[in-house]
C-alpha cells in the first residue's frame, strides 16, 4: 500500500516554541460540495467570546462560492472550540459564509436553520446524529481491503474486535480524543457493517449547535485521517453491491416528547414527517437514492414508513421509547453527506410548525 503522510517527526521538533503570546485561529467554513475549508489567523489575545473574534474573507472564485469579479466572501464566526491539533490557548473557529451584498452565501445553510430554531426555543429541541463514515487508503480503495479484491462478507465487521474483523481503529481513538478535547458533545463510536465503515455518534445537542458540533467534528475527522494517510468519504453508497451504505440516523426530542405521555407528541410529530416525505427526502443528501433502496437496512425512498425497533422504516422508534411511553424517534432517511443544518432545520420546521394536508 503506497502511503503518502506527513513527516511529523521533524514537525515535532518546532512544536513547542514558543509563540509570544499569540493565539492561531483556524477559521473553518463549509465550500460548495459539502466539504470544508480552512485557513489560519494570528491573533493578539484569546477571545473571551465570539464576538472578541474578527470577522475575515476568503476568495470565494477558488472555491466556487463566488464569481471571479465579485469574489470575496465573508467569514463571520458563529463559534469555537479549543485547537487539539495545536493545542494551548489557539482555537478554531466556526463560521458563516456571506456574501458582500450582505446575504447569506448560496452554501450558507446555517443562517437560515438558526432562525428556525430561534422560533421554536420553547421546544427544547434535541438532537443526536450518528455520522456513518468510509475510510480509503491515499490511491482511492478503500482502506485495507486487499488490492483489486474483496474482504470476505459483511457479518463479522459490525463493532467487530481483533485483526481481520476491524481496521482503521488507530484513526477512531484518536478523533474521539480531538472531539473531547474541544468540548464536542461526542457521545460514542461503533465499527460498522462495512470493513473500514464506522459511526461516532455526536447528542444530545440542543437547537442549532448540533449542526455547529457536527460540521466541526467532521474538520476533526478529515484533520486526524490527514495524519494517517487515510482519505474520509461521506458518500452514502461509497461502494456499490453488497456493501452497507452510509447513513446519518437523525434522532429527536422535543421537551414535551420527553415527559411521561410523550408518545402521544411523537405520533403527532411522525404524522406530520408523512406528510412531507419528498420535502424532507429532497434535503437528506445526494445520492441518498443508491442508498435507500429497502435492502441493507433502509426503507424505500418513496414511501413514508415508522415503526418500533424497525431498521427498515424511514423512522424508528426505539423499543425502550415505546415501552416508557416517551423520549424520541429516529429518523433513518437522512445520508451521512447531508448538510445538518438544513436537516436539522426542516424536522423543526416540519414537527414544530403547521403542515397542511
Ligand atoms: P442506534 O441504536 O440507532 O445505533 P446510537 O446509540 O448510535 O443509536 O445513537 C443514538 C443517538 O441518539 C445518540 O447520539 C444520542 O445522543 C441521541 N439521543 C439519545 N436520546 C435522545 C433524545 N432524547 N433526543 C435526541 N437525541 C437523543
Ligand atoms: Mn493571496
Ligand atoms: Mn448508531
Ligand atoms: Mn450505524
Ligand atoms: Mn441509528
Not at 52 to 81: C, H, I, K, M
Not at 277 to 297: P, V
Request: glycine content about 10%; some cysteine.
Amino acid at each position: 500500500m503506497s502511503l503518502y503522510v506527513e513527516n511529523t517527526t521533524a514537525l515535532s521538533k518546532y512544536l513547542d516554541l514558543d509563540q509570544r503570546g499569540k493565539v492561531l485561529a483556524e477559521y473553518i467554513w463549509i465550500d460548495a460540495f459539502g466539504d470544508i475549508r480552512s485557513k489560519c489567523k494570528t491573533l493578539d489575545a484569546k477571545p473571551a467570546s465570539v464576538e472578541d473574534l474578527p470577522e475575515w474573507n476568503f476568495d470565494g472564485s477558488s472555491t466556487e462560492q463566488a464569481p471571479g469579479n465579485n469574489s470575496d466572501v465573508l467569514l463571520r464566526p458563529v463559534a469555537f472550540y479549543p485547537d487539539p491539533f495545536r493545542r494551548g490557548d489557539n482555537i478554531v473557529v466556526l463560521t458563516e459564509c456571506w456574501n458582500n451584498d450582505g446575504t447569506p452565501n448560496k452554501y450558507n445553510h446555517r443562517t437560515a436553520a438558526a432562525k428556525i430554531m430561534a422560533s421554536y426555543t420553547d421546544e427544547e429541541i434535541w438532537f443526536g446524529l450518528e455520522q456513518e463514515y468510509t475510510m480509503f487508503d491515499h490511491d482511492g480503495n478503500v482502506y485495507a481491503w486487499p488490492k483489486g479484491g474483496y474482504p470476505a462478507p459483511q457479518g463479522p465487521y459490525y463493532c467487530g474486535v481483533g485483526t481481520g474483523k476491524v481496521y482503521a481503529r488507530a484513526v477512531v481513538e484518536a478523533h474521539y480524543k480531538a472531539c473531547l478535547y474541544a468540548g464536542i458533545t461526542i457521545s460514542g463510536i461503533n465499527a460498522e457493517v462495512m470493513p473500514s465503515q464506522w459511526e461516532f455518534q455526536v447528542g444530545p445537542c440542543t437547537g442549532i449547535k448540533m449542526g455547529d458540533e457536527l460540521w466541526v467534528a467532521r474538520y476533526f475527522l478529515h484533520r486526524v485521517a490527514e495524519d494517517f494517510g487515510v482519505k474520509i468519504s461521506l458518500h452514502p453508497k461509497p461502494l456499490k453491491g453488497d456493501w452497507n451504505g452510509a447513513g446519518c440516523h437523525t434522532n429527536v426530542s422535543t421537551k414535551a416528547m420527553r415527559v411521561p405521555g410523550g408518545m402521544k407528541v411523537i405520533d403527532a410529530a411522525l404524522e406530520k414527517l408523512s406528510k412531507r416525505h419528498a420535502e424532507h427526502i429532497s434535503l437528506y443528501g445526494k445520492d441518498n437514492d443508491q442508498r435507500l433502496t429497502g435492502r441493507h437496512e433502509t426503507a424505500s425512498m418513496t414511501a413514508f414508513s415508522s415503526g418500533v425497533a424497525n431498521r427498515g422504516a424511514s423512522v424508528r422508534i426505539p423499543r425502550s421509547v415505546a415501552l416508557e411511553g416517551y423520549g424520541y424517534f429516529e429518523d433513518r432517511r437522512p445520508a451521512s453527506n447531508i448538510d445538518p443544518y438544513l436537516v436539522t432545520g426542516i424536522v423543526v420546521e416540519t414537527i414544530c410548525g403547521a403542515v397542511e394536508g
